[in-house]
């Protein structure tokens, strides 16, 4: 029987990083975990979406450089090549996470744990049965990809978005279900790869829990792509067929392609793992949870997006630091409420804090277009904007929106302003470097101020 200090089950951003602080902070650390290091975030969601995004986006950018008296000529994908550059980066990726444990001193058990009670943990591995006595323990199991009613994941006609990264090869035509945040990456990722898509989604708009203004933007980059996209719309059935996939919509249309992609949501796994047999109480499916991410059990945390409904690989990350120093007895919170998301479209989009319908009468907003940016004008990528929503007495920086090339990186700014409370004249102040696509930034909060440079 093994006995530590922390026990962390689950090996995704939100375990791997609490038990790497929990060891740097002097503790024995176990971490458990059922299948391979890294998580969905690694092995089927973050890393080899984004590695397909980047691709995706170096191809759709390659075809636009004749506007620069570049000529490039057959320009073709090798699927294969790229299936197997994806595989490389994983598992270099994983190699590396498994060095940083080693060298931290942690103990890695592959297998499936389960709560026997508060300090106690079974883990089935292949050699058998082990006991793992902690006296603390942190929970991150992560999330599962949820199916449709009419239609399971068999991994080669229907898949999950997990699946779907996880291919060993790319679809020749594809239909994705659901026009959220993995619905459109998808969709923007296969479209400028050159494979036909088509996205349906039930909601009135796609990114229904993002900025409008998003929205209307992704819409527009994905049908510019050829995207099939139908908004209000419902899929009723999937059938298979020898070709391919057919679905068939509430109105009676139909849609064939070669597989589907389900993105309709994500669950928390908190099923099998024992937590009858601690306690551990559970709200609106995910494990509740305080600032200092402790559970209502004494010495539990729970971390991710087992406990968490907004499933980012950065905030499971946050959280498993702000775990594991409660844990080894360094005190430390995070209201979790300035979280920036990213989304690899093209244009990228990227927010942080309140979207524009959220604001009220108490906020205003400014924003500075990319059309208006030497940076963008200069590269031929002129669609976006930079939104800053902040407080109309104050000026305290309250939410932003960027769309555009790096909305992703160029978000930061916002956040870390956001983070300590900065107001928008304080930005404005700071020097941005030109050209750049960050000073758009400075020109929005120009511009929230009624002093726009480069804007009307």
């Not at 973050?46 to 620069?68: E, F, M, N, Q």
């Not at 998808?186 to 993002?210: F, H, K």
């Amino acid at each position: 029987m093994n006995v530590y200090d922390i026990a962390v089950l689950g090996s995704g951003p939100g375990g791997y990083t609490a038990a790497l602080r929990a060891a740097a902070r002097g503790a024995k650390v176990c971490l458990i975990e059922a299948s391979k290091l890294g998580g969905t975030c690694l092995n089927a969601g973050c890393i080899p979406t984004k590695v397909l995004a980047h691709v995706g986006h170096l191809a759709w950018r390659i075809r636009s450089v004749r506007d620069y008296g570049l000529r490039v000529e057959n320009l073709n994908l090798d699927r294969a090549v790229l299936a197997k550059r994806v595989g490389e980066i994983v598992t270099g990726l994983g190699r590396g996470i498994g060095s940083l444990l080693k060298a931290r001193g942690v103990s890695v058990l592959f297998g499936r744990g389960r709560f026997l009670d508060a300090g106690t943990l079974l883990v089935e591995t292949v050699q058998g049965a082990e006991k793992v006595l902690a006296k603390s323990t942190i929970i991150a199991t992560g999330s599962r990809p949820d199916g449709l009613p009419y239609a399971a994941c068999d991994g080669r006609h229907v898949l999950s978005a997990d699946q779907a990264a996880a291919l060993p090869a790319l679809p020749e035509s594809v239909l994705i279900v659901g026009g959220g945040i993995v619905g459109c990456e998808l969709a923007s990722i296969y479209a400028g790869l050159g494979i036909p898509v088509s996205l349906v989604e039930t909601r009135d708009r796609l990114l229904g829990d993002m900025d409008a203004d998003a929205s209307v933007a992704v819409l527009r980059s994905l049908r510019g792509r050829s995207v099939e996209v139908y908004i209000g719309s419902r899929l009723v059935g999937l059938s298979c067929r020898q070709e391919g996939i057919m679905g068939e919509m509430q109105d009676g249309r139909c849609i064939r392609a070669a597989c589907a992609i389900v993105a309709a949501g994500r669950r928390a796994n908190t099923e099998g793992i024992g937590l009858e047999n601690v306690g551990v109480r559970l709200e609106d499916g995910v494990i509740s949870v305080d600032d200092c991410c402790r559970t209502n059990v004494a010495n539990f945390y729970a971390v991710g997006d087992v406990a968490e409904k907004r499933r980012y690989a950065h905030l499971a990350a946050r959280m498993g630091i702000v775990a594991a120093d409660n844990a080894t007895g360094h005190a430390a919170s995070d209201k979790r409420d300035v979280v920036p998301a990213g989304l690899h479209t093209d244009p990228e989009v990227a927010v942080v804090g309140l979207p524009s319908e959220g604001t009220s009468l108490h906020t205003r907003t400014a924003r500075f277009p990319y059309s208006a940016s030497g940076m963008a004008r200069l590269t031929g990528q002129i669609s976006g904007f930079v939104k800053i929503v902040a407080s109309a007495d104050s000026g305290r920086i309250c939410g932003g929106v960027v769309v555009g090339p790096h909305a992703t990186e160029v978000i930061h700014e916002i956040a870390i302003a956001m983070r300590h409370g900065l107001t928008v004249a304080q930005v404005a102040d700071t020097i941005h470097a030109h050209p750049t696509f960050a000073e758009a930034v400075g020109e929005a909060a120009l511009s929230w101020l009624g002093f726009p440079l480069h804007s009307l």
